[in-house]
């Protein structure tokens, strides 16, 4: 009974993550047409990215202060609101702000701080499930699999609906689709209004404070497999389009469809294949045979002479790296238990680190070799070759991860 209880929340947990896709994903589809409508240039248009990540890994280090003292439900149902703000003000600040640009700014601005706190808040409300499985470890596995998979399903189907409608409706009258989709956190924040959320730490106990974590090998070796885990990731995805024009010369909106669309399906198939056979399946085996994928796709992007196999390589890379961002949160919760939500918060902002830093650095090697991005590439394939050093460690110390030493 409680378990079914508990569904509810982890289904509400699910779309919490299509609402992050929501925001991470559909603002830069107008980015072409921002730039023609309100004459914002290209220089501006690529600072909205950075802004946006930038305000989210800030928020990522700021929630350690507050989530726990304000709770996980009031900060679910802020994180909602948020997000929807985020999204409605974009169609209505850049209109009555001096200037166009400050007013989308300032809209991407309100809803990167609704998906900071869901990239802190969803992964532990998640994991406190309780679980009537005899097997509860290999279930929260499975469901943290699971529930990753929801972002990259909500990332294909912002990329898909948002294609469509921009083709039947046009793309001038965007602001009713960014309506449409802001209509999806303010259904989900009342339904964090009612769902039981589990507490994270026992009764009694209290999570892991800053200084205590900073204290354990552990944290510092999963904190860097986070930074791999979400630089081995972006560091392809980022890039997959332009593979795709470049390689293929092919247009944008089929670069898109081809790339990162492609990559974004695949991995979350790899999430969605664990969460439904991870009962039979060892993670860190798993995770080992997905770095070893990783690395022969990088090798692949970089050194195969022929567009078509490139563009099938960042297909495969994202089948690769769809365990490594919940595989790491997973080994995170059997290692270190009372880590609570400085230890979510602060591998959420490692997460977000490497989602900056990869493709920074594989563009920074490109544009020094006259960019070439296959060469950019090559050069990151340091993040999943140090994402498997990772597991293998953290498989050959078990004893001495459980007890935090």
């Known amino acids: 009974m409680k378990e079914n209880r508990y569904d509810r929340t982890i289904t509400a947990c699910f779309v919490g993550y299509i609402v992050q896709a929501v925001v991470n994903n559909f603002t830069p589809l107008l980015f072409l047409f921002f730039q023609r409508s309100y004459g914002i240039p290209l220089s501006q248009i690529t600072l909205l990215v950075t802004f946006n990540f930038g305000v989210q890994l800030l928020v990522d280090l700021l929630s350690v202060g507050f989530v726990d003292k304000i709770g996980y439900r009031a900060s679910l149902v802020m994180a909602h609101v948020l997000s929807a703000a985020g999204l409605i003000l974009l169609t209505v600040l850049p209109e009555i702000m001096p200037s166009a640009f400050a007013g989308i700014l300032a809209a991407v601005m309100i809803y990167a701080v609704g998906g900071g706190l869901l990239e802190v808040l969803v992964s532990p409300v998640v994991e406190a499930c309780p679980s009537d499985s005899m097997e509860e470890r290999k279930s929260k596995e499975k469901a943290m699999s699971m529930l990753h998979s929801f972002y990259c399903w909500g990332h294909a189907g912002v990329v898909l609906v948002s294609t469509l409608f921009f083709y039947v409706a046009g793309i001038e009258n965007w602001k009713i689709l960014a309506v449409v989709w802001a209509l999806i956190p303010i259904g989900n924040a009342f339904a964090f209004a009612k769902v039981p959320i589990a507490p994270l730490i026992e009764d009694g106990e209290s999570g892991l404070q800053l200084k205590e974590l900073f204290g354990i090998r552990v944290f510092w070796v999963l904190l860097v497999m986070m930074i791999c885990a979400g630089a081995s990731e972006q560091a392809v995805s980022q890039w997959a389009s332009t593979f795709a024009e470049k390689g293929l010369g092919i247009s944008k909106t089929a670069g898109d469809l081809a790339g990162p669309l492609a990559f974004a399906i695949l991995m979350g198939t790899s999430r969605l294949f664990y969460g439904r056979y991870g009962d039979r399946i060892d993670l860190e085996r798993f995770m080992v045979y997905s770095c070893c994928l990783c690395i022969l796709s990088y090798l692949g992007i970089s050194l195969i002479p022929v567009p078509q196999f490139c563009l099938i ?21 059997a290692s270190l238990p009372k880590g609570g939500t400085a230890m979510f918060a602060l591998l959420a902002l490692g997460g977000d680190i490497g989602c900056s830093g990869g493709p920074t650095l594989v563009g920074m090697v490109s544009g020094a070799l006259g960019d070439d991005l296959k060469m950019g590439v090559l050069v990151g394939i340091i993040f999943p070759v140090v994402l498997l050093a990772g597991v293998i460690f953290c498989g050959r110390t078990k004893e001495t991860f459980c007890e935090g030493k």
């Open 313 to 333: 390589a960042c297909a495969v890379c994202g089948l690769s790296v769809g365990i490594m961002w919940p595989g790491t949160f997973s080994k995170a919760s």
